[in-house]
């Protein structure tokens, strides 16, 4: 087997990113099985038919059924709103494909939790959309901890803040209703901050949590795609049904402590994912905005030169350096889910269950309802008892 057959459901923001990854992968990793883009899926069919096109997919649907009887067919890619995954990755388990999902995993926990059963009983290889994971700077961030450079951690605090949604006008796009979104800030933003940090120091044991939508009321727009929409020519209005912003303190299984941070109104933040990480012989911080840059800090060294260093995680042996470009050459956002997608095409190959799985989807969406129970209750809540 040499070629994965991919069919994709969703056609905007995530489904161009995708396309983008697959066309880039057999050029910068010929050794990785090669994708062969077949059929892209989309409710409006002229819409998906000229994404199809501009993507480079073969052929264009409005039926995300028709992929699951199709022989030429290995892999569902799900990018659809996230209303949307539960039913579409269950169906396609059972027809014995593979499946690739955006974040957060499914509208609840119980939905992911569905949604992992089915997939371990079908067989099939799953993998959740957490891109980040695979930038070679937080991959570095993930060695200093693992070979104990850092020591005991004692801190983790993360930030991701965004000002997209600031004007008052900006319409009432799909992120922002909770029947199809589950969650705002939290489960769009602070889901890449929850599992970062179970990628890097580990289980979340408990949380408290506070949250508040600003805005309580926006237009209804005329088309959305994305992160951007047209406001409607009639003055109807609808509620904004999620949180604009939430922030919560976390404790970790080992001891360390986190708080977190995922709003949509922090003006003059398009898009900062940052984190913090201090131990007992040092730190990292790391900005997505600076993405190939780590600040480092080891506290053995000498005295005159104490402070945070500028890594520039760009050349051998950083990951993925030999694959791109010459050195000091940056990387950027695009290429996170190339490297995402080389490691579920190298689980295919292997046979094995890529990372992040279903599993730490499911891990996620735990840790996201914790926050919201918390939040409602007022209180404390233990993870592991929901």
């Not at 980040?132 to 693992?146: C, D, G, H, S, V």
Request: proline share 4%; with cysteine.
């Amino acid at each position: 087997m040499n070629t994965v057959n991919i069919g994709m459901v969703g056609y905007k923001f995530m489904g161009k990113a995708h396309s983008n990854a697959y066309r880039a992968l057999p050029m910068f990793f010929p050794h990785s099985l090669k994708p062969s883009m077949n059929v892209i899926c989309g409710r409006n069919l002229e819409a998906v038919a000229a994404a199809g096109k501009q993507f480079g997919w073969k052929e264009h649907t409005s039926d995300w059924r028709d992929l699951l009887d199709r022989d030429d067919i290995d892999l569902i890619d799900i990018n659809a709103p996230s209303n949307a995954h539960k039913e579409i990755a269950i169906a396609a388990a059972k027809a014995g494909k593979h499946l690739y999902c955006e974040k957060p995993l499914a509208l609840s926990l119980a939905d992911s939790r569905e949604m992992l059963e089915a997939a371990e009983k079908a067989g099939v290889k799953h993998m959740v959309g957490f891109n980040y994971r695979f930038t070679p700077a937080i991959m570095l961030a993930k060695q200093l901890i693992e070979e104990g450079r850092l020591g005991d951690i004692y801190h983790f605090r993360a930030w991701f803040l965004q000002d997209w949604i600031v004007d008052p006008s900006f319409p009432l796009v799909w992120r922002l209703q909770q029947e199809i979104a589950g969650s705002g800030a939290l489960g769009d933003l602070g889901a890449h901050l929850i599992d970062l940090s179970h990628y890097l120091i580990g289980d979340i044991s408990e949380v408290i949590g506070m949250s508040e939508t600003f805005i309580k009321e926006r237009p209804l727009p005329d088309e959305s795609g994305g992160l951007s929409a047209i406001t409607g020519d009639t003055a109807a209005t609808g509620p904004v049904t999620v949180d604009d912003a939430t922030l919560f303190l976390a404790r970790f299984a080992n001891g360390a402590l986190g708080t977190f941070e995922a709003t949509r109104f922090a003006t003059g933040h398009r898009s900062t994912n940052s984190f913090e990480i201090n131990g007992s012989k040092g730190s990292v911080i790391f900005d997505f905005e600076r993405m190939n840059e780590l600040q480092v800090h080891f506290s053995e060294d000498e005295a005159d030169v104490q402070g945070f260093r500028r890594v520039l995680a760009t050349d051998p042996p950083h990951a993925y350096s030999d694959a791109w470009w010459p050195a000091g050459h940056p990387i950027g956002y695009e290429h996170t889910f190339t490297h995402a997608f080389l490691e579920l095409l190298d689980a295919i190959q292997k046979d094995r269950q890529p990372s992040p799985s279903f599993s730490e989807g499911v891990k996620c969406q735990q840790v996201l309802e914790a926050v919201e129970l918390s939040i409602k209750d007022r209180k404390w809540i233990q993870v592991s008892s929901l």
